[in-house]
């Protein structure tokens, strides 16, 4: 889906016009770089965060050479997906981590058989 489908869509699913519903998504995405820009995060809860890391100088290696080459310390924008999206994505069910650990702990306890000895 491009940004002209994904308007459209939000468009038809909100009742707005087209051109609102463009704005709304330019407004959305101008708020989330000047948020990173500034060094912030933004959490969509459900959806995910956005995010910034810090990226240390390295030294890197040209491929077609072998030379090499140093790479100047940057900083990179992260997205991490959020449990619902993970969720709808996902050609499984996800588990909560609390309900496995709690079965986890419910295996590892010895099984009574019913016999006397």
């Known amino acids: 889906m491009n940004k002209s489908e994904l308007t459209a869509k939000v468009a038809e699913t909100t009742g707005m016009t087209s051109a609102q519903a463009e704005q709304a998504i330019n407004a959305l995405v101008a708020t989330v770089k000047e948020t990173l820009a ?11 965060s956005f995010s910034v890391a810090e990226r240390a ?5 040209n491929p077609r050479t072998g030379a090499a080459i140093q790479i100047a310390a940057n900083r990179v924008p992260l997205f991490k997906a959020g449990q619902t999206l993970k969720a709808a994505v996902a050609l499984k069910p996800v ?4 309900v496995v650990a709690a079965k986890t702990a419910e295996s590892s306890k010895p099984k009574k058989d019913g016999k006397k000895k």
């Open 38 to 48: 500034s060094g912030g995060q933004v959490t969509l809860v459900g959806f995910g």
């Open 57 to 61: 100088a390295r030294t890197g290696r």
């Open 95 to 98: 588990v909560p981590e609390v």
